[in-house]
Every structure is written in structure tokens, then in C-alpha cells.
């Protein structure tokens, strides 16, 4: 009762104070890049600048009203699973210590972590996708934006608002009670035949509350259709400049409605399909859906097509049979590869700090750079270096997936089923298979270990004499560029996620204080010298 708020109020105060301090600089940001990017027409333009003002106004609301939800939901939830998770220690000293010390110490400082990481996405990563706009060249395979059509996204975009919001509130309402009692149904039955939550003796605590808490987990998933859509809707004007169809874009508004009305009915396992109509809304593929192969034969290919055209996701907690807390340790998390991603970077670190070829005054521009842009060796370099080893590594023992350290395999049967992963998991594989396809010998690899490292920095790359060999084949050569400049955007992508950012930044520093322990320093001087660097 007393941490859950505080922790609460610090969430909610300090999103809300980064939401309202950068709005002004958010919306500079935006206007200056709308005028300068060359990826919109004129028309397009036009239509962006009509739609800002309710764009941002819809900014401003939406996230107010989430992080104050998310700050109560955090303040409620987080000391009770904390204080559970405590039961899973086996020593009763150490039950009691981490029953106190994770509800209290522990819930305050996560509620710091999530404002610290809210506050970098806004800050650091809304910037550089902007800038990625700002200097992206045009597409010349996109036919042009039409005034004619301006004035058709406009109104799409506010009927789908129109439409969207109250019919999708009204069906999450109408199938509540359904989902209430199907969930309660559904944790009832794993508590008496103990399965899914109920099978560990820890867990019992955790999945007892998950009952008694199941109404709220209901109300939360309706807010949550209603948020979705917002973004659905509006997604309207994008399906008319896609289509270049008024009337494509007032089905595809149409349609929406049927499709979450069967997206609700098939997790509730109520009847198929949906009543309400659903028109075509697409016309043709989109020209710009990717599709590309690799291999050198037709039994060989890997495509992968791009799922960036797809509407919004929506969102909807499973009603499916639970599984068991031994069943789902044994699935790769998240948080697992991050971890891992991280501590290789750390050891990668280290190994170029020892061969001196990266320098400590290439860490110190690192921290002292107000993005990675400004001190890509260590920014980009470091990381693309550390994920080229993994590739290598994974090739070399004939992995089907991606090894990590200690053995960590991720593969199809194991990695996390989340669509964050999803983005970049076949990438990485199709990656792969391409260095693989390609044979790259020892000198070459080298080169491509250079390349990834220092970029463009011509300087650098003669200075470090690893063993590599410079491709006569113009052929050859273009592909370990191509490969190189795949790398960095999967790297630039990722630095752009929450956390990232943060957690980099703690392997950036203990890299530092390895470098001043290497040469003689104590711990406490270079604890001193990082905290004279730290820019927020």
C-alpha cells in the first residue's frame, strides 16, 4: 500500500513530464522533416501537415492516459508478483530478504528504468528514425501521391476513427463476459487437475492471484481494443495512398470491423468467421512487399516477404490450455537473447581493447555522443563486429540456428514466439545463409570483420592488420559490402528498441573500467571518471 503508489506516481510523473517537456521539440522535428525528405511528394506532404495537429493531438491523449494505466497497473501489480516470486527461493532467509527487498527497493527503481527507457525512445531513437527519413532518397518505383487523393485520405482517416473506436469498444464489451468466464473456467480447471500455472509448487501464489485478478486482466484487454483502434483506424489514409482508392479505403474501414469480430471469436473460441461483411480491400500486391532469394539452386532458396504492409496488430490475451512453468522455461526468452547479445559484446569488447583496436577515446566519444551516429565505431562497429563472430561461429559447428555463448542455441523450435523477434529472426537466418552460400575464405572473412567494424573510416581499416585480403573480384567485393551495410541496418534498427540503449551503455562502461583496471587504476577512480562522463 505504500510502495505500489510511489512507484506508481514516479512512473506516471515522469512519463508525463517527458511526454509534455519534448512535445515541442517533437513537433519541430516533425515539421522540419516532412519538409526536407525527399520519400514524400508534394500531395502527401500536404496531406501529412493537414493531418498533424490530430495526429498529435491523438500523441498527446493516448499517451497520458497510457502511462497513467500503466503507472497504476505497475504500482498495483508488480510489489504482489515481486513479493511471490520470493516463495521461489529455497532458503527461508533468503525468501524473507527478497520478499522485502524486490516488493519495495526493487518496484521503485523498475518504475525509474521504464521512465529512463520511455525517455530514450523519445529522445534518442524518435530522432534518428527521423533523421533515417530526412536522408532516405526517393522512391522512384512509387507511383506519386495525386491532390486529388488528399482530401480522400483525410476523410478515411476520420471515418475510420469514426467507425473503428465505438464498434470495436462495443464488440470487446459485448464479448467480456465471454472471455471472464472462459478464463475463469480455464484456471480453475488447471488448479484442480494441476496444470499449466498450478503444476509448480512456487507458482501457486502467482497463479492464484491471476484468478482472483482475471476481471481486471478483462477490463485492461477492452482498453487495450480500444487503443488498437485508434491506429487501425487512422491506418485508413495509409490503404488510400496504397491503393489510390477512396473506395478501397471505406472498405478496408469496413472490413476492419469483421476482422476483429473474428480475431475476438477465434481466441474465444466462439463460432467462425463473423457475421458482419468484410469487402476486398486490396487490389494487387504492393509493389514494394519485398521478396528476395538466396542460394545457388531452387532447392536452396529462402524467401522472406515483407509483413510491413499489414494492418495494426490487435491485441488480445489467449484463452489456450496453459502451460506448465517447466514447459515454458524451456522456450528461449527474450530476454535471454538480450542478455546474451549484450555479454557478447562485452567479451568482443574486450578482445578488440586487448589487440588495441579499438581505443579507450573511442569509448569516451561513445558516452560523450549525443547518438551513435557521432562515434559509429563503437555505436554500430562493436555490435555488428560481436554479431559477425556469432554468424561465423554458428557456421563454422554447423548450427541450424544462431549460437550464442554457453552453447545458447536459437533455432525455429525454440526461439521466442514474439513478433518484435519476428522481425529479425528470418533476416538473421537469411543472413546467414548467404555468408554461408558465399564461402568466404579466411582473408576475405577478415576483410569483412574490418569492414564491419570501422565503416568508412579508411584510416582505421589500413591500420588494423588482421590477415585480411582485400577482394580483386569486383563480384566479390560487392558482395561482402552488401553483406556489411546488412549488418549495420539490422544493427541501427535494433539500437533504436527500448532498453537498448541503456543496457549498451552499461557494457560501454564496463568496458571503461576494464580499460583503467588494465592499466594499473583502482575500481573507485574509475567509477569516478565514468560518472564524470555520464550525459543523459
Same mark, same amino acid.
Request: hydrophobic letters at 45%; a neutral charge; charged letters at 20%.
Given at each position: 500500500?505504500?510502495?505500489?503508489?510511489?512507484?506508481?506516481? &514516479?512512473?506516471?510523473?515522469?512519463?508525463?513530464?517527458?511526454?509534455?517537456?519534448?512535445?515541442?521539440?517533437?513537433? %519541430?522535428?516533425?515539421?522540419?522533416?516532412?519538409?526536407?525528405?525527399?520519400?514524400?511528394? %508534394?500531395?502527401?506532404?500536404?496531406?501529412?501537415?493537414?493531418?498533424?495537429?490530430?495526429?498529435?493531438?491523438?500523441?498527446?491523449?493516448?499517451?497520458?492516459?497510457?502511462?497513467?494505466?500503466?503507472?497504476?497497473?505497475?504500482?498495483?501489480?508488480?510489489?504482489?508478483?515481486?513479493?511471490?516470486?520470493?516463495?521461489?527461493?529455497?532458503?527461508?532467509?533468503?525468501?524473507?530478504?527478497?520478499?522485502?527487498?524486490?516488493?519495495?527497493?526493487?518496484?521503485?527503481?523498475?518504475?525509474?528504468?521504464?521512465?529512463?527507457?520511455? *525517455?530514450?525512445?523519445?529522445?534518442?531513437?524518435?530522432?534518428?528514425?527521423?533523421?533515417?527519413?530526412?536522408?532516405?532518397?526517393?522512391?522512384?518505383?512509387?507511383?506519386?501521391?495525386?491532390?486529388?487523393?488528399?482530401?480522400?485520405?483525410?476523410?478515411?482517416?476520420?471515418?475510420?476513427?469514426?467507425?473503428?473506436?465505438?464498434?470495436?469498444?462495443?464488440?470487446?464489451? $459485448?464479448?467480456?463476459?465471454?472471455?471472464?468466464?472462459?478464463?475463469?473456467?480455464?484456471?480453475?480447471?488447471?488448479?484442480?487437475?494441476?496444470?499449466?500455472?498450478?503444476?509448480?509448487?512456487?507458482?501457486?501464489? &502467482?497463479?492464484?492471484?491471476?484468478?482472483?485478478?482475471?476481471?481486471? $486482466?478483462?477490463?485492461?484487454? &477492452?482498453?487495450?481494443?480500444?487503443?488498437?483502434?485508434?491506429?487501425?483506424?487512422?491506418?485508413?489514409?495509409?490503404?488510400?495512398? #496504397?491503393?489510390?482508392?477512396?473506395?478501397?479505403?471505406?472498405?478496408? $474501414?469496413? *472490413?476492419?470491423?469483421?476482422?476483429?469480430?473474428?480475431?475476438?471469436?477465434?481466441?474465444?473460441?466462439?463460432?467462425?468467421?463473423?457475421?458482419?461483411?468484410?469487402?476486398?480491400?486490396?487490389?494487387?500486391?504492393?509493389?514494394?512487399?519485398?521478396?528476395?532469394? &538466396?542460394?545457388?539452386?531452387?532447392?536452396?532458396?529462402?524467401?522472406?516477404?515483407?509483413?510491413?504492409?499489414?494492418?495494426?496488430?490487435?491485441?488480445?490475451?489467449?484463452?489456450?490450455?496453459?502451460?506448465?512453468?517447466?514447459?515454458?522455461?524451456?522456450?528461449?526468452?527474450?530476454? #535471454?537473447?538480450?542478455?546474451?547479445?549484450?555479454?557478447?559484446?562485452?567479451?568482443?569488447?574486450?578482445?578488440?581493447?586487448?589487440?588495441?583496436?579499438?581505443?579507450?577515446?573511442?569509448?569516451?566519444?561513445?558516452?560523450?555522443?549525443?547518438?551513435?551516429?557521432? *562515434? *559509429?565505431?563503437?555505436?554500430?562497429?562493436?555490435?555488428?563486429?560481436?554479431?559477425?563472430?556469432?554468424?561465423?561461429?554458428?557456421?563454422?559447428?554447423?548450427?541450424?540456428?544462431?549460437?550464442?555463448?554457453?552453447?545458447?542455441?536459437?533455432?525455429?523450435?525454440?526461439?521466442?514466439?514474439?513478433?518484435?523477434?519476428?522481425?529479425?529472426?528470418?533476416?538473421?537466418? $537469411?543472413?546467414?545463409?548467404?555468408?554461408?552460400?558465399?564461402?568466404?575464405?579466411?582473408?576475405?572473412?577478415?576483410?569483412?570483420?574490418?569492414?564491419?567494424?570501422?565503416?568508412?573510416?579508411?584510416?582505421?581499416?589500413?591500420?588494423?592488420?588482421?590477415?585480411?585480403?582485400?577482394? #580483386?573480384?569486383?563480384?566479390?567485393?560487392?558482395?561482402? #559490402?552488401?553483406?556489411?551495410?546488412?549488418?549495420?541496418?539490422?544493427?541501427?534498427?535494433?539500437?533504436?528498441?527500448?532498453?537498448?540503449?541503456?543496457?549498451?551503455?552499461?557494457?560501454?562502461?564496463?568496458?571503461?573500467?576494464?580499460?583503467?583496471?588494465?592499466?594499473?587504476?583502482?575500481?573507485?577512480?574509475?567509477?569516478?571518471?565514468?560518472?564524470?562522463?555520464?550525459?543523459?
Amino acid at each position: 500500500l505504500l510502495v505500489g503508489p510511489i512507484a506508481g506516481l &514516479i512512473l506516471i510523473i515522469g512519463n508525463v513530464g517527458v511526454i509534455l517537456g519534448l512535445f515541442p521539440s517533437h513537433v %519541430a522535428w516533425t515539421v522540419y522533416t516532412l519538409v526536407k525528405t525527399n520519400r514524400f511528394d %508534394a500531395p502527401l506532404k500536404v496531406a501529412f501537415f493537414f493531418a498533424l495537429p490530430a495526429l498529435f493531438g491523438i500523441w498527446l491523449g493516448l499517451s497520458i492516459a497510457a502511462s497513467v494505466l500503466v503507472g497504476v497497473g505497475y504500482g498495483f501489480f508488480t510489489p504482489w508478483v515481486s513479493a511471490f516470486e520470493a516463495f521461489r527461493h529455497d532458503n527461508e532467509s533468503k525468501k524473507f530478504f527478497h520478499c522485502i527487498v524486490d516488493g519495495t527497493w526493487g518496484t521503485v527503481k523498475g518504475s525509474c528504468t521504464v521512465v529512463r527507457d520511455f *525517455a530514450d525512445i523519445c529522445y534518442h531513437s524518435y530522432p534518428l528514425y527521423l533523421k533515417e527519413l530526412r536522408e532516405s532518397p526517393s522512391l522512384d518505383g512509387v507511383q506519386p501521391l495525386r491532390f486529388v487523393h488528399v482530401p480522400g485520405c483525410i476523410i478515411v482517416g476520420l471515418m475510420g476513427l469514426v467507425v473503428e473506436i465505438p464498434l470495436y469498444t462495443a464488440i470487446a464489451i $459485448v464479448k467480456s463476459p465471454y472471455m471472464l468466464f472462459k478464463g475463469w473456467c480455464r484456471l480453475i480447471h488447471d488448479l484442480v487437475s494441476r496444470e499449466g500455472p498450478f503444476l509448480e509448487m512456487a507458482c501457486i501464489p &502467482i497463479a492464484g492471484l491471476t484468478i482472483l485478478m482475471w476481471p481486471i $486482466v478483462v477490463i485492461g484487454s &477492452i482498453i487495450m481494443a480500444i487503443f488498437s483502434s485508434f491506429f487501425i483506424g487512422l491506418y485508413g489514409s495509409v490503404i488510400v495512398y #496504397q491503393e489510390r482508392s477512396f473506395r478501397r479505403g471505406v472498405a478496408y $474501414v469496413i *472490413a476492419m470491423v469483421a476482422e476483429f469480430d473474428e480475431y475476438t471469436n477465434d481466441w474465444l473460441y466462439l463460432r467462425e468467421g463473423s457475421i458482419l461483411p468484410k469487402p476486398q480491400y486490396r487490389k494487387k500486391k504492393l509493389s514494394h512487399s519485398s521478396e528476395f532469394t &538466396i542460394g545457388g539452386n531452387h532447392s536452396g532458396e529462402i524467401k522472406i516477404s515483407s509483413i510491413l504492409t499489414e494492418a495494426p496488430a490487435m491485441l488480445m490475451p489467449s484463452l489456450s490450455a496453459s502451460r506448465s512453468v517447466r514447459e515454458t522455461l524451456q522456450e528461449v526468452k527474450m530476454v #535471454q537473447v538480450w542478455e546474451n547479445m549484450m555479454r557478447l559484446c562485452e567479451m568482443r569488447g574486450k578482445e578488440l581493447l586487448d589487440a588495441n583496436v579499438i581505443m579507450p577515446a573511442d569509448l569516451y566519444d561513445w558516452l560523450r555522443a549525443k547518438n551513435s551516429n557521432e *562515434a *559509429a565505431i563503437v555505436g554500430f562497429g562493436l555490435p555488428c563486429y560481436s554479431f559477425l563472430q556469432t554468424l561465423f561461429s554458428s557456421i563454422k559447428v554447423g548450427s541450424d540456428g544462431v549460437l550464442l555463448l554457453d552453447d545458447f542455441e536459437i533455432n525455429n523450435l525454440n526461439r521466442p514466439q514474439d513478433r518484435l523477434l519476428d522481425w529479425f529472426f528470418q533476416p538473421v537466418m $537469411v543472413l546467414k545463409e548467404q555468408i554461408k552460400v558465399i564461402e568466404l575464405g579466411e582473408g576475405e572473412s577478415r576483410f569483412l570483420e574490418k569492414v564491419v567494424l570501422f565503416g568508412s573510416d579508411t584510416q582505421r581499416l589500413e591500420a588494423w592488420q588482421n590477415g585480411s585480403l582485400v577482394p #580483386q573480384d569486383a563480384l566479390r567485393a560487392a558482395q561482402i #559490402q552488401g553483406i556489411s551495410r546488412r549488418m549495420i541496418g539490422m544493427i541501427r534498427s535494433v539500437s533504436k528498441f527500448p532498453t537498448y540503449r541503456r543496457r549498451y551503455r552499461q557494457i560501454v562502461k564496463a568496458l571503461v573500467i576494464y580499460c583503467i583496471e588494465k592499466e594499473g587504476s583502482n575500481r573507485s577512480i574509475a567509477m569516478r571518471s565514468i560518472a564524470s562522463l555520464e550525459v543523459v
